[in-house]
């Protein structure tokens, strides 16, 4: 990974600590959360709440790991409300919590996707595909990271997700600082997820109900 790959990867994680912060709850909860994941990943959409204990779906929600919307239980990179990010896969199309985000998807369900979004400054459309194992060949579009923002709000989805989108080509302007080329954010995502494909491929022992949520 690069020198800016590695430094939004720094900023993302300070920001937002969803790894370490799963990691500081009980089992059970963590296998709640393996739960919700799982069903985005086997069924393209998302789990209804009920899909696990309230308890588990407080505590979850309350260090921000999940985002329950009238549409079910959202879990990063998953968002279970409309974002305008589109990643589809087979049959399935799901929307991304950012342009980060998106990025990770691939990874995560093992398959080519391909991703529909809009530039966050002209709000032309950008569509291209990426593969599971391999860099994005759009070279031309970029992913913009914000400056410090809304630090306030409950959800990262309401806060920072908002500021990190595309930008087309005609848009990149002169002030790159905070703009990343799909490829290093592609490995900013696959590192900043990476805790849930390996979770996935090997589940915490003692918990069986994570596959079982169908
Ligand atoms: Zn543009």
């Given at each position: 990974m690069d020198v800016r790959s590695t430094r939004f990867l720094n900023r993302l994680r300070a920001d937002f600590p969803v790894e370490a912060r799963l990691a500081g709850t009980r089992p059970a909860v963590q296998d709640a959360y393996g739960a919700v994941l799982r069903h985005w990943i086997d069924h393209g959409r998302a789990p209804v709440a009920?899909?696990?204990d309230g308890d588990h779906r407080a505590v979850l929600d309350r260090l921000d790991l999940i985002v329950a919307t009238r549409q079910g239980l959202g879990c990063y990179p998953f968002s279970s409300a409309a974002t305008g990010i589109e990643v589809v896969w087979g049959r399935y199309a799901v929307q991304a919590m950012c342009a980060v985000d998106a990025l990770a998807i691939p990874m995560l369900v093992e398959r080519t996707c391909r991703i529909a979004a809009r530039c966050g400054e002209c709000k032309a459309p950008l569509k291209w595909s990426v593969a599971s194992d391999y860099p994005p060949a759009a070279a031309s579009i970029k992913v913009r990271y914000p400056d410090p923002?809304?630090?306030?709000?409950?959800?990262c989805s309401e806060g920072l997700c908002r500021g990190i989108d595309f930008v087309c080509e005609a848009c990149v302007g002169s002030e790159p600082a905070n703009l990343m080329g799909l490829d290093q954010a592609s490995a900013v995502a696959r590192a900043f997820f990476g805790f849930q494909r390996r979770w996935i491929d090997k589940p915490a022992i003692g918990s069986p109900a994570m596959g079982d949520h169908r």
């Open positions: 009920s899909v696990i923002g809304d630090a306030g709000a409950a959800h």
